[in-house]
């Protein structure tokens, strides 16, 4: 039993490390312009836009998945949306 727990635990672990890299490698890759502009096109229409600010980096990776689905986001909008608004951050409040 603890082995097949040991298993799982470092199954996630590679999972984690592998999702996280092909995140920042996505994010090179995406345009923030639009990003910005459909953040700022899509989002307003539901909510009030929160500061880069207000969640740290993988909190935002967490909430762009999430609102990928609740608002019919394209994988691309996403990654753009994303992009900008990490580029928004400050050295302050990276993490």
Known sequence: ???IVKTIIIGLGVFISINTEMMATEIE??????GAQVWADTCMRCHNMRQPSDLSSRAWSFSMNHMRVRAGLTGKETRDI???????KTESDRD
């Open 82 to 88: 994303l992009a900008f608004i990490l580029s928004s």
């Open 29 to 34: 890759k995406a345009d923030t312009v639009n």
């Open 1 to 3: 039993m603890k082995n």
